[in-house]
C-alpha cells in the first residue's frame, strides 16, 4: 500500500499545469530588453471624474479591470500584465495615480516590462433629470376614500470616453475620444468596448 501512494505521489509531481495564454503571471520579474517587452501590455488605471471631480480609486480601478476583461476575450498574440501586478508594479516603483503626470510612457513601458501601454479616462456630467409620477384615487363612500401616489427621478449623465494607446517609444498609436450614447450612470461601458474593439491590440 504505501509502494502505491508512492507511486501516486511520484506521478502527480511531474504533471504539469499550463499556463494560462495571454496573461502575464503575476510574480515574477520585469522584462528589461525589448524582446522580452515585445507584444506585452498594461493597462494604467483610468482616470474617472464625476462633474469634474475624481471619483473614488475603487471605481477607477473597476474600470481598469473592466478594459482588462474586454481586450483579454480576444487578445490574440497580445498579453496582458494582470490589473494586479501593475498596480503593484507602480506602486513598488513610487509612482502614483497623482504623480504619473511626471513619467513619460516610455518610462512607464520599462517599469512595467511592455511594450505597450493603455490609459483612459471617463468623464460623466450631470445633464437633465426626469421625475415620474402617478396618483390613484379611489372614492368608495365618504369614510372609506383611498388615495395613492409615486414618483420616480432619473438622473441623466453626458458620458465621455478619452482612450489612447501608446508604445514604449512614446509613441500614441491609438487616441480616441467617444460619447456614450445612452444617458446613464454605467453608459461608459458600452463606449469603453466601442474604442477597445477597434483598438489595434484587440484581435477581431
Known amino acids: 500500500m504505501n509502494r502505491f501512494f508512492a507511486f501516486v505521489i511520484s506521478m502527480l509531481s511531474t504533471v504539469t499545469v499550463p499556463a494560462q495564454n495571454n496573461v502575464q503571471d503575476t510574480a515574477g520579474p520585469v522584462a528589461t530588453t525589448v524582446e522580452d517587452r515585445r507584444n506585452k501590455v498594461a493597462i494604467l488605471p483610468f482616470t474617472f471624474?464625476?462633474?469634474?471631480?475624481?471619483?473614488?480609486?475603487?471605481?477607477?480601478?473597476?474600470?481598469?479591470?473592466?478594459?482588462?476583461?474586454?481586450?483579454?476575450?480576444?487578445?490574440?498574440i497580445y498579453s496582458f500584465l494582470p490589473?494586479?501586478?501593475?498596480?503593484?508594479?507602480?506602486?513598488?516603483?513610487?509612482?502614483?495615480?497623482?504623480?504619473?503626470?511626471?513619467?513619460?510612457?516610455?518610462?512607464?513601458?520599462?517599469?512595467?516590462?511592455?511594450?505597450?501601454?493603455?490609459?483612459?479616462?471617463v468623464s460623466l456630467v450631470k445633464t437633465s433629470s426626469t421625475s415620474y409620477g402617478n396618483s390613484n384615487y379611489n372614492n368608495k363612500g365618504d369614510d372609506n376614500k383611498q388615495s395613492s401616489s409615486y414618483a420616480t427621478h432619473t438622473q441623466n449623465y453626458q458620458t465621455t470616453v478619452d482612450f489612447k494607446i501608446y508604445?514604449?517609444?512614446?509613441?500614441?498609436?491609438?487616441?480616441?475620444?467617444?460619447?456614450?450614447?445612452?444617458?446613464?450612470a454605467d453608459s461608459y461601458k458600452d463606449a469603453l468596448e466601442y474604442v477597445v474593439k477597434r483598438s489595434p491590440l484587440y484581435t477581431k
Not at 464625476?50 to 480601478?61: F, R
Not at 508604445?167 to 446613464?184: C, H, V
Open 83 to 121: 490589473t494586479r501586478r501593475t498596480d503593484v508594479l507602480l506602486h513598488k516603483a513610487g509612482i502614483t495615480k497623482a504623480t504619473l503626470i511626471n513619467y513619460t510612457m516610455d518610462e512607464l513601458c520599462k517599469v512595467l516590462g511592455v511594450q505597450y501601454i493603455v490609459d483612459g479616462a
Open 167 to 184: 508604445n514604449d517609444q512614446g509613441e500614441t498609436i491609438y487616441n480616441q475620444n467617444r460619447k456614450a450614447f445612452w444617458n446613464m
Open 49 to 76: 471624474l464625476k462633474d469634474g471631480e475624481p471619483a473614488s480609486e475603487e471605481a477607477s480601478m473597476e474600470i481598469q479591470n473592466e478594459c482588462f476583461a474586454l481586450f483579454t476575450k480576444r487578445p490574440g
